[in-house]
């Protein structure tokens, strides 16, 4: 399969006919001087006249603003065109020339398919806490102002290319990538999914770039507004700010730096605020996440500035970040060779330059828009069973919490083979409430976890991050109270990320493996309802279940008894009474 990616600019037009599968770049090229003169559709002929025998079997689309509404690729038609052009105020500069390229596409190439992939995508699933503005909630929502993020598709391409090099699952690790460029952004990424990101509801916000001006006080805009107008404050922030602003020479960072070698104080400055803005993201970011196993940098300064580098990383041992500086000064990616580590030797967290290739990306995710991807197929019903909160304790906490050598003492087989409900119960103990008679399951584990549902959250006081069952390093500290004593975690609080328990036999038969993401859509009640970010599970341990929290049944009304089926791309509405899953892969 050969994928066209478009790259369109109210000046330019980038293109590569990618093929997904090898990763091999075919064709690459880029027209300058768009304008009124010179169409998007004048420059995409040429384009295609020199492709000549090439087979398109699809094109991707870059589209920087998907809003809301696009939290995955999606193909072409009117009415996406249509949801595409309502995000043009929020980014005026790229959505209509991505809309220009998209219908030049389309008029030159009526039957091939068309797909469009979101700089958005990644981030519009963030955590509420981290992209809701402190404004008027009401205002908020009228206008549609949170915070999007942007970058997302090279923050996806580099983590999972980092994961694979490490021979880790992303979902098991805490992540900062760095895109550095003349947009720049940073973004936590905690189990595969992003949590926070520097650009907001535009791409002004946030680091330092070339010509924008990110983090800045909105008394500076209000002020620019009034002196400059709405049009004059929009230019200085996006276009005469950042690097260009703070030097006075330019957004090229190596003519910055070859001034700053020459004693140009504003070269300097510029150096060093853009260093500063990142180097604290990356703290700030490491704390949302309750630590950091990753450091990722990419973009045209973070792959190709080692002094940068340096710079941005400094003074971060506390961290256990450290980097070794000659391997850093020798440091080359690129296509054929993405990925250097330049972690100094005794560091605990390892930092990696990566190449990204968001066309690469683009081109992966439009074949599997049409078709190129695995079928998730449909056996059988899957049971959807509802886990209420509860506790999982280690020997120690046993001990504790209800006398040394005590047992636990079975009362319910549960539906997941050797697990079981016990008549022992514990109270959780929060800063602001507590939640009693909440029941322990068997058996032992080699560390205690307590699950419980946002709304038990907001009971208790605490912020649990979404975890799986296991993964508690850097999670919520929690208080629980038993019968002979109190026992303190400092970490242990999760909300349980939904998930499906397969054993091997059913993953084959559904064409998933461990680790797939997928979406399950569960209709029939009062509520039908799209569950997105669903864990498949594979052990040969495991029975067929979809587990899910009081909260998201509650969402759905689900009944006992519920039960479901998966669902292949692309969606259709599935018939009523079922709960069908859409693969992600």
């Given amino acids: 399969m050969k994928i066209l990616v478009l790259n369109t600019g109210s000046s330019s037009l980038k293109y590569q006919l990618v093929d997904p599968a090898t990763g091999q770049r075919v064709r690459a090229g880029q027209v300058e001087g768009l304008g009124s003169a010179h169409s998007h559709a004048d420059a995409l002929r040429p384009i295609l006249a020199e492709l000549g025998s090439a087979r398109v079997d699809a094109v991707g689309h870059r589209v920087v603003h998907g809003g809301e509404q696009f939290v995955d690729a999606v193909r072409i038609d009117d009415a996406v065109l249509s949801a595409i052009e309502a995000c043009v105020p929020l980014a005026p500069l790229h959505n209509p020339a991505n809309l220009a390229g998209i219908r030049a596409a389309r008029t030159l190439l009526p039957d091939v398919p068309q797909v469009a992939v979101f700089d958005t995508a990644f981030h519009v699933r963030m955590p509420r806490r981290a ?262 304790l280690d020997r120690t906490g046993m001990d504790v919490l209800f006398g040394t050598g005590s047992e636990l003492t079975p009362i319910k087989p549960l539906s997941q083979p050797g697990q079981f409900a016990c008549a022992e119960q514990v109270t959780i103990v929060g800063p602001r409430g507590r939640i009693e008679r909440v029941r322990v399951l068997g058996p032992l584990r080699k560390s205690c976890q307590v699950e419980v549902s946002r709304t038990d959250e907001f009971v208790l006081g605490v912020d649990a991050p979404i975890r799986q069952s296991g993964h508690t390093k850097g999670s919520a500290p929690i208080l629980l109270d038993g019968p002979r004593g109190a026992l303190r975690l400092d970490d242990g609080l999760i909300c349980a990320w939904r998930h499906i328990h397969m054993h091997p036999v059913d993953a084959e038969a559904y064409g998933v493996a461990d680790g797939d993401e997928v979406e399950v859509a569960v209709t029939g009640g009062p509520r039908d309802l799209v569950f997105g970010d669903v864990i498949v599970r594979v052990s040969e341990q495991f029975a067929l279940e979809m587990h899910i929290d009081t909260d998201e049944a509650n969402a759905a009304e689900l009944s006992p008894g519920a039960a479901g089926a998966l669902l292949s791309e692309p969606y259709t509405r599935p018939e009523r009474g079922e709960a069908t899953l859409r693969s992600k892969r």
């Fill in 131 to 392: 992209r809701t503005y402190a404004i008027d909630q009401g205002l908020a929502a009228q206008r549609g102002l949170r915070r999007f993020g942007f970058h997302g598709t090279s923050h996806r391409f580099v983590s999972a290319l980092a994961a694979a090099h490490i021979g880790r699952p992303l979902s098991d690790l805490r992540v900062v990538s760095l895109h550095l460029g003349n947009g720049a952004s940073a973004c936590a990424i905690e189990h595969g999914h992003s949590v926070d990101t520097s650009m907001g509801l535009t791409p002004i916000e946030g680091l330092v770039m070339g010509t924008r001006a990110g983090d800045i006080d909105p008394g500076i805009v209000l002020a620019l507004a009034r002196e400059l107008g709405v049009d004059g404050a929009e230019k200085v922030l996006n276009t005469q700010s950042g690097l260009t602003g703070l030097s006075g020479i330019s957004n090229d960072l190596r003519a910055i730096q070859a001034a700053a070698a020459g004693g140009h104080d504003g070269a300097r400055l510029a150096i060093a605020v853009f260093a500063h803005r990142v180097r604290k993201y990356l703290g700030a970011y490491a704390a949302v996440m309750g630590g950091l196993d990753l450091v990722l940098l990419t973009g045209g300064i973070g792959e190709n500035s080692a002094e940068m580098r340096r710079r941005i990383l400094q003074r971060l041992d506390f961290l256990g970040l450290s980097i070794d500086d000659d391997i850093n000064g020798d440091a080359r990616v690129n296509d054929e060779h993405p990925i250097a580590e330049i972690s100094a030797e005794h560091a605990r967290v390892r930092t990696l330059v990566i190449a990204t290739n968001e066309e690469l990306q683009i081109a992966r995710d439009v074949a599997a828009v049409v078709g190129d991807g695995k079928s998730v197929r449909q056996p059988r019903p899957i049971p959807i069973a509802v886990s209420a909160r509860h506790v999982h």
